[in-house]
């Protein structure tokens, strides 16, 4: 009997020990569908997003807007693997001092890859879903001073 007691102690310890995902090379190569150019028009303009991968435990991105001819470059952005967890590193021009801000991946659902930062002001959550071989859908998330907000982008592969 003293033998189950321990052992039912141990459970329950464990359970009690918060866990989190220990995401794998594996899930970082789930990644490899993003790797391309992306474009979608947003009625204003165009909007562009290229990812290459480096090697094997970093992809590369940017972002650019596209209006009147006039190309801009928005944003500069990393996924990589690392003994902590895979993180979504984005580096947003005229936002955050033009300093880096992490995300870490909190899910992989579905094939949808969701990267969370609960201390940044805005997005706290960053969602990259690869569907098929031509289309891209990501949103951003996370409360701001007005509420919740969520924006949507919907992309469709570029020609190759």
Known sequence: ???????????FTACAIPSSA???????????N???SWEMNNGKSYIQEKWTRVNDSTFEGKNYSIT??????????????TNEGIFFIATVTYQNK???VSFK??????????FENKEHDFPQQVMYHVKGDDKLLAFINGNTEKGFKKIDFSFYRMLR
Do not use: A, C
Request: aromatic share 12%; glycine share 6%; no cysteine.
């Open 98 to 100: 033009g300093l880096p």
């Open 68 to 81: 009147r001819g006039v190309v801009i470059l928005e944003e500069r952005m990393k996924i990589v693997l």
């Open 34 to 36: 993003l790797e391309g």
């Open 1 to 11: 009997m003293k033998h189950f007691n321990i052992l039912l102690l141990l459970f």
């Open 105 to 114: 991946l909190i899910s992989t659902k579905n094939d949808e890859f969701i």
């Open 22 to 32: 220990q995401w794998t090379y594996k899930d970082f190569r789930k990644l490899k």
